[in-house]
């Protein structure tokens, strides 16, 4: 405890950003520190595992020192530690989680196992201090689409996921094919506003009337066709123009089944979440959709939006609250679902 408030220190090693925070009181950022690979791994065009988990490796430690410094907190002032055990890079995730265990023991202090997605939505409490569930949340990242009915701080109920490619997979996927690199949603977003969205006419996949699923494979596969289809016809290719319409199709279908899975819950708020939330075409189109249909849509800063321990700590904090604890056997849980 520090000045009467409960302090938790989150902790997040699930892809390529070494990260810790600490929060006062559950959603009291006193410090966020994330040290970013993407320097790394831009060299070649995507992560790449073996050299993530060494990265955090060396910067775990320095990352949760920084952290603590920045929220003038001391080792004693620590009530709990939260970190993401899963879904992520099983070599990356084991670092973070290794931390956080001996955290745990030398100060002995309860430990919580973060789900990585969950968290994710907990970015929002950080953004909108006085946002309680329920509420829809659609979550887009690197490795995962869903919608999910979020009815409590601590349940979850997934509506509906990918079948195939994540929209940020999509994304980063056409973004080295078409030379802008790696990491490729900022990059898309960038291009994209010099673009014209219905220079290329890109399919929208809805699947079943109905279904909140997605898919993004096909769409990923014609863009692909159609690059070499302009390229063995000599045709010079408008990145920018391929860009927009790229990303319009993806956010358009996002938006869509987002918005319709709300109006069927009868959920008045949309909260944004993962990395590909940062997209700004994607928050536009969400908000006045949403407001077509009477909906709010609740958008966290993109720097809360992709990965970072604050929303690690939030999450863990709740789930203690709500009387759970991880034991010290806690392992990475490379595939864990929702
Ligand atoms: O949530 P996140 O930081 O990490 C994962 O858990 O995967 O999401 C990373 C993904 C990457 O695919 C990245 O290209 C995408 O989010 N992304 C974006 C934008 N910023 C990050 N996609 C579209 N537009 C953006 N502005
Ligand atoms: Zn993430």
Redesign the pocket.
Known sequence: MKDGKFITLGIET????TAAAITADGRQLLSSVISSQINIHTEFGGVVPEIASRKHLENINITIEKAMKDADVNPEDIDLVGVTYGP?LVGALIIGVAAAKSIAYALDIPLVGVN?MQG?IAAAYLEYPELEPPFMALI?????TNIVNVPSYNTCVKLGETRDD????A??KI?RVIGLG?????????AAKEGNKEAVAFKRVYLEPGSFDFSFSGLKTQALNYLNTEKQAGRKINVCDVAASF?EAVVEVLADKAIAAAVKYNQRRIVM??????????RELMTVKAAENGIEVLRPS?VL???NAAMMAVSAYYAYMNGECSDFDLDADPSLGF
């Open positions: 699930s892809c390529d950003e992520g990585h994710h887009v990242s690197g490795g995962h994540a929209a940020g997979e994304f980063d973004a790696y990491p490729g949603g900022p990059k898309i977003d960038k990303q979440a993962g990395g590909v939330a940062s997209n700004t075409r994607l993109p939006c992709t990965d």
